[in-house]
């Protein structure tokens, strides 16, 4: 039986996107003056972005969603590809010390963000295929974790540590409500415990990120520059904010605000009101997605529309998690507002395909 797609669902999702281009504009003007001559730099290949992302999200929800349960392994295939081309110099392209682009003039494109969606198709068809996975450890689990576990091992070779955190703690989640034994969720976390403290010591900056989060003002100036600066922005604009356009903090105080820390830049204009409003729209997101998924009878996709779904609402999650100095800064977008051009075509082909599944 096929059913309208899921308007609520898709209007939440198209005014935070509109929402996302007008505030690229407000944080970014300052910085695209300076760096380009053009206080529109960063807004227009935003709306480039947003064009065809929106293009996009209208032909994947017209595509049955069973097509990605037939490729789902080609589909894995190009993105292992992908990550191993994007490390190789001359063909991937240094970003902000991380080799995660591929370089297509003025654009960047991540393929691991391809990557994080490529996974959560093939893990749905997996758990949907078979029930080995409760069964038995070495058939069932080892085999998924493994792959994951190569996926985050060439992104962390980038590195990139906030997409590979959410590309993992993703997989687990759709091993969790698969059923599987807790006695394994207790041993995955004290095994990423350790792998925590080994990244930490393979690459010192990690342990600086984590001490300035836990006391900023110990190197202001430095690795705690950014959560204060982004508390600066959050803490005294009481109900309502400064007003659209008159944020102080994107005037060279916080770098580069239209990425990782736009969610302060809100929070600076439009005050308490405007972040409440932003975060009902994603908790309307995560609602409609997940009754989507529970209402499904097909396994398949059940499993990648809660896979997408939470993917989706983690990444959210850890961003405003740094914003407000919850936890160390890891340099994860927020879905559909921040700037990134390859954050928002994924995002928006994964709430095509739940607008697909919506329909039957």
């Avoid at 209208?58 to 049955?64: H, Q």
């Avoid at 991380?98 to 490529?118: C, D, M, N, T, V």
């Avoid at 059940?302 to 914003?323: A, D, E, P, W």
């Avoid at 994860?332 to 082909?349: D, H, I, N, Q, R």
Wanted: some cysteine; proline content about 4%.
């Amino acid at each position: 039986m096929k059913r309208k797609v899921d308007k609520i669902l898709l209007a939440a999702v198209i005014i935070l996107s509109l929402f996302g281009l007008m505030m690229i504009y407000s944080s970014s003007s300052i910085w695209a003056e300076y760096k380009f001559n053009d206080s529109f730099h960063y807004v227009k290949y935003q709306g480039a972005f947003l064009i065809v992302s929106l293009i996009i999200l209208y032909v994947v929800s017209k595509i049955d969603y069973n097509i990605y349960y037939k490729y789902s392994n080609k589909i894995l295939l190009v993105c292992f590809i992908l990550l191993i081309l994007v490390l190789i110099p001359g063909i991937g392209s240094v970003r902000n010390g991380s080799r995660s682009w591929f370089g297509i003039g003025p654009l960047g494109i991540q393929p691991s963000e391809a990557a994080k969606l490529g996974l959560i198709i093939f893990t749905s068809k997996y758990l949907s295929c078979s029930n080995r996975f409760i069964k038995s450890y070495k058939e069932g689990i080892f085999p998924i974790l493994f792959i994951t576990l190569t996926f985050f091992g060439l992104i962390m070779l980038q590195p990139d540590l906030g997409t590979g955190m959410i590309l993992v703690v993703s997989i687990i989640s759709l091993l969790f409500i698969a059923g599987i034994n807790i006695n394994f969720f207790i041993i995955a976390g004290v095994l990423g415990l350790i792998g925590v403290v080994v990244l930490i010591i393979i690459a010192p900056y990690r342990l600086a990120r984590i001490t300035s989060f836990l006391d900023p003002w110990s190197d202001p100036l430095g690795s705690g520059f950014q959560i204060i600066q982004s508390l600066y922005a959050i803490g005294p604009e009481g109900l309502f904010g400064t007003g659209y356009l008159n944020s102080i903090q994107k005037h060279f105080y916080l770098p580069e605000p239209q990425t990782d820390f736009i969610f302060s830049i809100i929070a600076e204009e439009f005050g308490v009101v405007g972040a409440f409003i932003v975060v009902g729209l994603f908790t309307t997101i995560l609602y409609r997605a997940i009754k989507i998924s529970n209402r499904h009878e097909d396994p398949f996709a059940k499993y990648l529309s809660f896979g997408m779904i939470f993917q989706m609402i983690f990444q959210c999650l850890m961003n405003l998690s740094v914003v407000i100095g919850l936890i160390p800064v890891t340099g994860v977008t927020l879905p559909f507002l921040s700037y990134g051009g390859s954050s928002l075509l994924v995002s928006m082909a994964s709430i095509g395909i739940i607008l697909n599944i919506s329909r039957k």
